[in-house]
């Protein structure tokens, strides 16, 4: 029998934005729009779970902060698979498209490595602080009021665009 084993590429935040600039722009810029997104983790029987995050784009690096012993906290801590949705803001435009970033997160021990977030956030204390390693980014938005368009960049691969009528 023939076992395959299948390596799951990650990349960060500083890789993504020299490999595809225009695309990172454009996602932070939708995170930038407004202050609350959504996060998914998992739950321990499996399930989905998601809540509210804020999120900081810092020195190469997609931060996700989080209050002490909150569940998605303990849920990264447990099974660091991660989903994370830019709020779409008010209406239906959602200028600039729908940006999801999926993921794992490393939680963040180190202490000069948290004191550096720390000053520069000013977080509440205490805080969980996890660093991303993206596995996806998907940009989806209507061009033309005729294509519903959907990039998708995974690590070590170029974006691959899809339209639909």
Do not use: C
Not at 82 to 107: C, H, S, Y
């Amino acid at each position: 029998m023939t076992r395959t084993t299948s390596t799951r590429r990650t990349s960060n935040w500083a890789a993504f934005t020299a490999a595809e600039p225009d695309l990172a722009k454009t996602v932070e810029d939708r995170f930038a729009a407004f202050t609350h997104h959504i996060v998914a983790t998992l739950r321990k029987d499996g399930s989905p779970r998601t809540s509210g995050l804020e999120v900081r784009f810092l020195n190469g690096e997609l931060w996700l902060g989080m209050m002490p012993d909150s569940l998605k906290a303990l849920d990264l801590r447990r099974d660091p698979r991660f989903a994370l949705q830019a709020n779409p803001g008010p209406g239906t435009e959602m200028a600039g498209g729908d940006v999801r970033i999926a993921g794992r997160a490393v939680e963040v021990e180190d202490p000069a490595e948290r004191a550096r977030y720390a000053e520069e956030v000013e977080p509440p204390e205490p805080f969980h602080l996890f660093r991303t390693e993206l596995t996806e980014v998907v940009r989806t938005y209507v061009e033309d009021d005729k294509y519903l368009v959907v990039e998708i960049w995974k690590p070590g691969e170029p974006v691959r665009t899809l339209k639909r009528t």
